[in-house]
T-cell receptor, first 118, second 114 residues
Framework: AQKVTQAQTEISVVEKEDVTLDCVYE???????LFWYKQPPSGELVFLIRRNSFDEQNEISGRYSWNFQKSTSSFNFTITASQVVDSAVYFCALSEASGGTSYGKLTFGQGTILTVHP | EPEVTQTPSHQVTQMGQEVILRCVPI?????FYWYRQILGQKVEFLVS????????KSEIFDDQFSVERPDGSNFTLKIRSTKLEDSAMYFC????????????FGPGTRLTVL
């Protein structure tokens, strides 16, 4: 069974600080996909990134970067020079691809509440 | 940019009443999903729908729940007899045809059962 753990319940930083959100996952599949979603106070789920299990290259998009390490089953998310607008709940999620018959359900972590103070 | 839409944004109902939550997935997407998020908790998978039938469902998705795609555009979630514990945000999502495709979520419907 798939499982995602986000051990950090809440993080509070001051603007311009860097912050890393941790995500650890469990799966028996060799092919799977990892995601990060942002949920701002307005409540919608905003897609940030998708990674497949065969691509361990780290990715950078502006102030956001992701570190995928299969050896530790982790997919961590770093925001550089945080801003107040980054305040949100961030969810890590996993989707398995079981022998080509997966219908792609997402298993979410508990989420990390990030508060960026001015 | 295409997006998933959901109506209503907020639904208030009395316990025991039936509710239907509506979603319009992104056109040309083939896989459809409902998720639930109880206030302050994580997002939980309810059901996936593909090729006009349920492809997978969670233990939450019991006989009180049903889904339907009545036409080429709408995707609905029905709760037959609502309970207090059904109060939550319900998200619809859709995905294109390949496993590499991303699920895109609608803005959610907040269901309040009194």
């Amino acid at each position: 069974a798939q499982k995602v753990t986000q051990a950090q319940t809440e993080i509070s930083v001051v603007e311009k600080e860097d912050v890393t959100l941790d995500c650890v996952y469990e799966t028996r599949d060799t092919t799977y996909y990892l995601f990060w979603y942002k949920q701002p106070p307005s409540g919608e789920l905003v897609f940030l990134i998708r990674r497949n299990s065969f691509d361990e290259q780290n990715e950078i998009s502006g102030r956001y970067s992701w570190n995928f390490q299969k050896s530790t089953s982790s997919f961590n998310f770093t925001i550089t020079a945080s801003q107040v607008v980054d305040s949100a709940v961030y969810f890590c999620a996993l989707s398995e691809a079981s022998g080509g018959t997966s219908y792609g359900k997402l298993t979410f972590g508990q989420g990390t509440i990030l508060t960026v103070h001015p | 940019e295409p997006e998933v839409t959901q109506t209503p944004s907020h639904q208030v109902t009395q316990m025991g009443q039936e509710v239907i939550l509506r979603c319009v997935p992104i056109s040309n997407h083939l896989y459809f999903y409902w998720y639930r998020q109880i206030l302050g908790q994580k997002v939980e998978f309810l059901v996936s729908f593909y090729n006009n039938e349920i492809s997978e469902k969670s233990e939450i998705f019991d006989d009180q729940f049903s889904v339907e795609r009545p036409d080429g555009s709408n995707f609905t979630l029905k709760i037959r007899s609502t309970k207090l514990e059904d109060s939550a945000m319900y998200f619809c999502a859709s995905r294109g045809g390949g496993l590499t495709d991303t699920q895109y979520f609608g803005p959610g419907t907040r269901l309040t059962v009194l």
